[in-house]
T-cell receptor
């Protein structure tokens, strides 16, 4: 599995955009970038995923660089409820989901009032 | 639409005992994965079940075993518990398909070994 590198922590002012970077320089052509977040002691929550195009949903936007070696998760208007640990992972989309998933230690995002 | 459910929510055991944790996948999902998350760490992959068989396994000893039932629900069994097995155990489900198989996680079971 390709490894990911994320900053251990970040702060963001409430109402501002939170931009969380992720480096995945060894990503393979068939590996997707997934983002999850985990609020204290709860199960990880799926946010968004993408292969090479930028993606947007109701929660966030995902910007993937052209060479796919890095990506940025954008929370457009951070709220206090967005305070969580954010995990960036890469995984192959194959039938049956047989690929194991490797999580790093993530980025702890603190949204400040 | 019920999401992934796990039981129990909390569990306290002593060293040497055995424990069984349970997971019901999200409606329409047929694949279940189990993860162990120690305090301050990211989730670590234990194993994945599909069609009632273990398909992938992480770096966990044979004390960790599992089962998947015909209704796709799953159990995680841990024998001869050690203090180091204290962790949050997470279950995630996904659907067998040709495209991205997004995993959805349950709330977890907090296991404390004394």
């Amino acid at each position: 599995d390709a490894k990911t590198t994320q900053p251990p922590s970040m702060d963001c002012a409430e109402g501002r955009a939170a931009n969380l970077p992720c480096n995945h320089s060894t990503i393979s052509g068939n590996e997707y970038v997934y983002w999850y977040r985990q609020i204290h002691s709860q199960g990880p929550q799926y946010i968004i995923h993408g292969l090479k195009n930028n993606e947007t949903n109701e929660m966030a936007s995902l910007i993937i660089t052209e060479d796919r070696k890095s990506s940025t998760l954008i929370l457009p208007h951070a709220t206090l409820r967005d305070t969580a640990v954010y995990y960036c992972i890469v995984r192959v989309a194959i039938a049956g989901g047989y690929q194991k998933v490797t999580f790093g230690t993530g980025t702890k995002l603190q949204v400040i009032p | 639409d019920a999401g992934v459910t796990q039981s129990p929510t909390h569990l306290i055991k002593t060293r040497g005992q055995q424990v069984t944790l349970r997971c019901s996948p999200k409606s329409g999902h047929d694949t279940v994965s189990w993860y162990q998350q120690a305090l301050g760490q990211g989730p670590q992959f234990i194993f994945q079940y599909y069609e009632e068989e273990e398909r992938q396994r992480g770096n966990f000893p044979d004390r960790f075993s599992g089962h998947q039932f015909p209704n796709y629900s799953s159990e995680l069994n841990v024998n001869a518990l050690l203090l180091g097995d204290s962790a949050l155990y997470l279950c995630a489900s996904s659907y067998l398909a040709g495209g991205p198989s997004t995993q959805y996680f349950g709330p977890g079971t907090r296991l404390t070994v004394l």
